[in-house]
Structure formats: C-alpha cells, structure tokens
C-alpha cells in the first residue's frame, strides 16, 4: 500500500515513511493511494474475531509487505496488553443505549487504543531501520498522557510533552508527571495552552532544529492513530450480529480534531454496514455548522466541560475533504487557499448534500452535557464521561446509535460531581496517582528555552 498526501506534492511513499513522516512534507495530509473493499463474506468472518485478531485483519493490506504477518501480531498484542479489559473495547447495553467503551487502557481515555499501537510501530521501525526519533508535542489534557504511556521505556524515543503549568487538571497533569522512565521529559511552561502550542509549531517549522534533533509528531494526523481507531467500529458491529444479519450500524461520535468521526467514515468506505454518522460537538461546533450550511469558519474557541473537545481547526477535516472532493488533490488545495485568505470556505450545493449523507451533526452545550450525565445516572447507575455525554445527547434522536464513550469519567470528576453531586471511582489506573512521586521542569514560555533544554537533555544522555 501506497500514501499520497491530500495536497499532492508527496511522492507516494510506503506505509514506514507515512508512520515516520506524520505531516506530509507539502503540509497536506497522508491517505492511502486506494481503499481496500470488504465484501459480506469477509465482514462475516471477521464479525467473529476477537478484537487483537480483527485488529490484524483490518491493518494488514494498509501495512503491506512493509511488516511480516507474524510481527504486526506480535506488535498488536502488545498494544493491547495494557488494556484492563479482556475485550480490549467492550460494547455496554446501559438502559437500551449501547456504549462502546474505548477507555481501559493505561491513562483511561480512547487516546490509547491507537497511541499504544503507535508507540510498538515507531519502537520498532527505528530498531529495523535505525535512527532516533524525539518526540515534542503540546497538550491540554489527555494527548500527552497517552503519548507519554505509549512510548515510555522504549528505546531509540524521547519525548517532550509541554503542557501550561497549573493549568490542566490534577489528574491529567500527575498521569504525565508520575511517569519517571528516563527517555520522558515533562515540561511545564509557564504560560497557557495556546503558549505551548506555539512554541512546538515554532521548532517544528525551524527545519535545521527539526532535522538536528530527529523531531516527530503523536498528534492525530498520523496516519496510524486514523488505522487504529477504525478497528473498533468493525468490532462494534460484529458483537451487535452484525455479521449474521447484515444490519447497518449507526454511531454517535465525540469529536474534536475528527479523527475519530474520520475512522468511521473510512470503515464505511471500506465496506462496513455503517448506518448514521453523528458527528457530536460541544459548543465548538465548527463542525456542525459546517453540516448545516456547508461553509467551514472558525469560530471563537469556548472553555467547556469537555475539555478534550474545545476545538475550533479540526486538523483531521482535510482528509475528509479530499475524499468530498473525488480525491482531486487541486480541488482540496483551491478550498484551503480559500480557507486561508477569505478566513472561511464554502462547498458547492451538490457536495453538500453528500456531506449531509455521510453525517449527522450536533452541539450540545454544557447544560446539556450535565443534563445527559444525569439522566443516564439516574436510569441506569451509570456514570458517563462529559465527552461521552455530549455523544449521547446529540444522538437522542437515535437511540440505536452506538455511542463512542471516549473517556472513563473518573478523569473528568469535577463535571461529574457538578451534574450528579458524587465523583465516579478511580479505575485501577488512576489509583494512588496522588501519592506517586513525580518528575517535570518548569521552563519559560519561549521557544529557545525550551529548545536548549531540549539540547541539554539529549545531549548529557
Ligand atoms: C481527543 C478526545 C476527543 C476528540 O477526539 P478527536 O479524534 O479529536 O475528534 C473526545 N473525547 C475525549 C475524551 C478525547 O480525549
């Protein structure tokens, strides 16, 4: 298999480079030069599957001969051994709803299903291939938790992940600090978010500094968090009969960057029986309003209960654009240049209704969030994560729509305490998390702080 990017000024190039590339060297998005297409046979036997072995499956053709058979096994298990739950992604029948539960592995949200397989794929290119690869990324909460559990202790990686001090939550920022393996390097800048952000676009742009230092991406533009997270929709539908009676599917889906939305849209395009994509947003709703009026705008960015969702440039849209617009890779590029001087763009009437084939959308607002937490505590005892509650609200009209539940609610308590007056329990890994020691340096918010640091780090090790 063959990755051409969505601006089409990337030779293709094999499935290692698209892994090691992440952002395509023509700042498009990398895709698969064609889709493979699963017939019913194919779906039925794989509706059997247990997830590791459906996993293989549905990543074996993107892979190609690029990785044995035998070793993506090996690199699937091991992904999905830090998983609590023996069915990795279980599907949950709460009250007539079904939720398919994404958050048991390590840091207790669905990050984790494609980071932790991310982390073995990176691990192990660079052990075949040579090289060193330094991770730098920003966050806000979740991403930097599962980054840093995807690759700790591996070799041949470091990474460091910034995050604005005192400005994340106590639990998001001890899931981060209480790593303490050598190749994690917690930085907390002393600055905001959007600070943070800044200064990682800033050294990424500096192509001397991204070529010295060997610097990669874990944000959800690399093509294998995309492959990752389409597995489990195929399992969601296998445990749902899907592969005895053939039945479409439909899916509530939390969205902020859109990658998660974009694997399902992709597993519909490969063959699976999807039913209705919603495309569920919190008040951030660029994406809603783009469903509803086919003009992409970027709005103000609002601070909300679900945090993880506060989004106003959905950096995975791209790809959906690419195939909205027929894979013409000069179409994308006159819409983005739009985008760029007009600060909007539009899609003509006839692409708009197939958008509005391929999706579903809605904004829920916090109210609404604490409404839907409550409603569903209250009818079942079962306490939904405020990402997982705006999935649920915007499918209200769809009760057999399958809602993505993207966090464990525990990681979210002060909304959880807000809608039901009591905090959820800890799973197993969030326990003690308070009490464990930790390790993080504080470091102005500027750009050449943070890239001596970097250099002293990798240079005294
Ligand atoms: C990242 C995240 C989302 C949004 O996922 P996207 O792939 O960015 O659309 C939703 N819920 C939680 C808990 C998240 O961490």
Not at 58 to 80: K, Q
Request: aromatic letters at 8%; charged letters at 25%; proline letters at 4%.
């Amino acid at each position: 298999m063959k990755y051409v990017s969505t601006r089409g000024g990337v030779d293709a190039v094999g499935f290692a480079d698209a892994v090691m590339m992440g952002l395509g060297t023509d700042g498009g998005l990398l895709v698969p030069e064609t889709l493979p297409e699963l017939d019913s046979s194919t779906l039925r036997e794989w509706s059997r599957l247990r997830f590791q072995d459906l996993a293989v499956e549905v990543m074996a053709p993107f892979v190609g001969d690029e990785i044995p058979r035998s070793d993506l096994i090996d690199l699937v298990e091991r992904s999905y051994a830090t998983f609590s739950d023996p069915q990795v992604t279980p599907l949950r029948d709460v009250a007539g709803r079904r939720y398919l539960e994404l958050f048991h592995g390590p840091t207790a949200a669905f990050k984790d299903v494609a980071l932790q397989f991310l982390g073995n794929v990176f691990e192990y290119l660079l052990a075949r291939d040579g090289g060193q690869l330094n991770i730098l990324g920003a966050t806000s909460g979740d991403t930097g938790s599962a980054a840093i559990y995807g690759v700790r202790g591996k070799a041949r990686i470091n990474i460091f992940i910034l995050h604005p001090k005192g400005r994340v939550s106590p639990v998001q920022e001890r899931q981060m600090t209480t790593v303490l393996d050598d190749n994690v390097h917690n930085i907390a800048v002393r600055g905001t978010f959007d600070d943070a952000q800044r200064i990682v676009k800033a050294l990424f742009s500096d192509l001397d500094c991204k070529r010295a230092y060997h610097l990669g991406a874990v944000n959800s533009i690399n093509w294998v968090r995309i492959l990752a997270q389409t597995v489990y929709y195929f399992y969601a539908w296998g445990r749902l009969g899907g592969g005895d009676t053939g039945r479409r599917v439909g899916f509530s889906v939390p969205t902020g960057n859109f990658g998660d939305v974009f694997a399902g849209f992709l597993a519909r395009r490969m063959g699976l029986p999807v039913d209705r994509l919603i495309i569920a947003t919190n008040r951030n709703d660029i994406l809603t309003r783009f469903v509803e009026t086919g003009v992409y705008e970027k709005g103000e960015v609002y601070h909300t209960l679900s945090p993880a969702m506060d989004i106003q440039v959905a950096s995975n849209f791209e790809r959906y654009l690419y195939y909205l617009l027929d894979e013409d890779t000069q179409a994308v590029r006159a819409l983005l240049a739009q985008l760029e001087a007009e600060g909007r763009m539009r899609v003509d009437a006839g692409r708009l209704a197939r958008v509005r084939e391929d999706f579903d959308a809605r904004a829920v607002d916090d109210a609404g969030t604490l409404a839907q937490i409550r409603e569903t505590y209250a009818a079942a005892n079962y306490i939904l994560c405020p990402h997982t509650a705006v999935g649920a609200a915007a499918a209200a009209e769809h009760p057999d729509a399958v809602v993505l539940a993207t966090a464990h609610p525990a990681k979210f308590n002060e909304a959880v305490h807000e809608a039901i007056g009591r905090e959820a329990p800890p799973p197993p890994s969030l326990h003690g998390l308070m009490d464990l020691p930790t390790r993080c340096v504080e470091i102005d918010a500027s750009a050449e702080a943070v890239r001596s640091h970097m250099h002293e780090t990798l240079t005294s090790a």
